[in-house]
Structures are given as C-alpha cells and as structure tokens.
C-alpha cells in the first residue's frame, strides 16, 4: 500500500494503488492527480473481470 500526499503541502489524501485519481486537497485546496505509469498486468486482469483461478 502506498500513501498518496497532496503535492503542495503535503497531507495525508489516501493510502492504497491508484490507476487514475484526481483529489482535492482539504487542508490548502490543491488539486492532486495521480496516475500509474505502468499498471501490473494483475491490474489490467482484476479491472477487465479476468481470472486466472478459473479459466474459460
């Protein structure tokens, strides 16, 4: 789990994996986006309904 801090002043937004977020910060009101530069390929399976315990 990662934590995902506001680019301006550095607070706490959330804690997880993010593929694309925008945020706003509560505390100085940043907008914050965050997105993954390469999502794992267990990623792109969960997201499209794929899984490996049960082929087709």
């Not at 993010?18 to 100085?28: D, G």
């Not at 914050?32 to 999502?39: D, F, M, Q």
Request: net charge positive; proline share 7%.
């Amino acid at each position: 789990m990662q934590d995902i801090r506001c680019g301006q002043c550095n607070k706490l937004l959330a804690k997880g994996e993010a593929l694309n977020l925008a945020i706003k910060c509560p505390r100085c009101g940043a907008m914050n986006h965050v997105r993954a530069a390469s999502p794992s390929p267990e990623a792109r399976e969960a997201h499209q309904g794929i899984s490996r315990e049960h082929p087709i």
